[in-house]
T-cell receptor, first 115, second 114 residues
Framework: GAGVSQSPSNKVTEKGKDVELRCDPISGHTALYWYRQSLGQGLEFLIYFQGNSAPDKSGLPSDRFSAERTGGSVSTLTIQRTQQEDSAVYLC?????????????FGSGTRLTVV | GDSVTQMEGPVTLSEEAFLTINCTYTATGYPSLFWYVQYPGEGLQLLLKATKADDKGSNKGFEATYRKETTSFHLEKGSVQVSDSAVYFCALSGLGANAGKSTFGDGTTLTVKP
């Protein structure tokens, strides 16, 4: 597509429920990233997919968080048993195979609110 | 590890004023450096970048020069407009074991008043 598409744009969920966030990267971008932006904070790295390599999961805050990328394109970030501290804007970005050397293209984000 | 320190905000300026937002970094090696901008209600957009020392990135009247000797990448604009009101993030690219993972500053909120 023309840009990085994320859905839903907003999600309100009850504590303890599972949520799935979707990211559709720019066509031809082999690298895909998830970041989290909490209110008034910078961006926190979560996970990085590069081509067919094993993803770098070093930023996932707990085992309640997981992500997959199917067919080298669409990615889904899943949060199980959501907690209030999971409330944040979840940003997806993609880039060419060179990774972040030339910078990312970000989606508009999913604002997650856990009540 | 890698880190980025940005000038704390918020910054409030009058239209046509000169803007500087300071950014310094700590990294092993020579990362690429970036400024991203986040307008209200939108995602982050890459504003400008520099990939090696002494490079100057520029876009939309904004400039920043990669200064290896002072490990800085300060953002400047000669005459700001109301439409420049946004949050600005300085970032650096990952190297070595962190390849592919950019590190971001905490952001600086700029408000420009007419």
């Amino acid at each position: 597509g023309a840009g990085v598409s994320q859905s839903p744009s907003n999600k309100v969920t009850e504590k303890g429920k599972d949520v799935e966030l979707r990211c559709d990267p720019i066509s031809g971008h082999t690298a895909l990233y998830w970041y989290r932006q909490s209110l008034g904070q910078g961006l926190e790295f979560l996970i990085y997919f590069q081509g067919n390599s094993a993803p770098d999961k070093s930023g996932l805050p707990s085992d309640r968080f997981s992500a997959e990328r199917t067919g080298g394109s669409v990615s889904t970030l899943t949060i199980q048993r959501t907690q209030q501290e999971d409330s944040a804007v979840y940003l997806c970005a993609s880039s060419l195979a060179t990774g972040d050397y030339y910078g990312y293209t970000f989606g508009s984000g999913t604002r997650l609110t856990v009540v | 590890g890698d880190s980025v320190t940005q000038m704390e905000g918020p910054v409030t300026l009058s239209e046509e004023a000169f803007l500087t937002i300071n950014c310094t970094y700590t990294a092993t090696g020579y990362p690429s450096l970036f400024w991203y901008v986040q307008y209200p209600g939108e995602g982050l957009q890459l504003l400008l970048k520099a990939t090696k020392a002494d490079d100057k990135g520029s876009n939309k009247g904004f400039e920043a020069t990669y200064r290896k000797e002072t490990t800085s990448f300060h953002l400047e604009k000669g005459s700001v407009q109301v439409s420049d009101s946004a949050v600005y993030f300085c970032a650096l690219s990952g190297l070595g074991a962190n390849a592919g993972k950019s590190t971001f500053g905490d952001g600086t909120t700029l408000t420009v008043k007419p």
